[in-house]
């Protein structure tokens, strides 16, 4: 596949695979609330200032306590989901900035999420440890370098392909 040319086009593709989810019942969240809760926002301030023509894809509410109260995108295990997508649109052509995807899994589960940050351009995390794209495996304090995915690539893994292995 290839990449979209405008923000609203990766707007559609990440809302399309939520959608496809729900269809294949992966995902309990509809399409009326995927269209509620999958929507435009302002970049952080910081990507901001880097890239003013910025914008930003946020699906469902990021909560730092990840209380199931905040859950929004919903998969059919029970696990939830969020994420933020920056990017910019220069002469047709889109460029990714950052982006951040969580999984959050019920409370008895370990680890209990998994996020995978793609850092914008001389980040901190990219500068001081080689990592502008990682995942943490649970906790924040704790990076593996990941290899940079599109975010519908990465939004598929966590919705479809990431899954917690059921007591044997």
Same mark, same amino acid.
Do not use: C, M, W
């Given at each position: 596949m290839s990449a979209p040319k405008s923000v609203s086009k990766? +707007?559609?593709?990440?809302?399309? #695979?939520? %959608? %496809? =989810?729900? %269809? =294949?019942? %992966? @995902?309990?969240?509809?399409?009326?609330?995927?269209?509620?809760y999958v929507r435009f926002d302002e970049p952080p301030d910081d990507i901001r200032k880097q890239s003013p023509n910025a914008w930003a894809i946020v699906g469902g509410?990021?909560?730092?306590?990840? @209380?199931?109260?905040s859950a929004q995108l919903l998969r059919e295990d029970g696990a939830w989901l969020h994420f933020s997508v920056?990017?910019?649109? !220069?002469?047709?052509?889109?460029? #990714? !900035? =950052?982006?951040?995807?969580?999984?959050?899994?019920?409370?008895s589960a370990n680890p209990r999420f998994v996020r995978i940050d793609l850092n914008q351009p001389d980040h901190k995390n990219d500068a001081e440890r080689g990592k502008r794209c990682h995942l943490?495996?649970? +906790?924040?304090?704790?990076q593996i370098a990941w290899q940079e995915?599109?975010?519908?690539? #990465?939004?598929?893994f966590l919705v479809t392909d990431l899954r917690a292995i059921k007591e044997r």
């Open positions: 990766l +707007h559609n593709r990440l809302r399309r #695979v939520l %959608q %496809q =989810a729900y %269809q =294949a019942e %992966q @995902l309990s969240t509809g399409p009326a609330d995927i269209e509620k509410r990021k909560d730092f306590k990840r @209380l199931s109260t920056s990017v910019e649109e !220069i002469r047709g052509e889109l460029s #990714v !900035i =950052a982006y951040s995807f969580e999984l959050v899994f019920d409370q943490h495996p649970g +906790h924040d304090d704790i995915q599109s975010p519908e690539d #990465v939004l598929t």
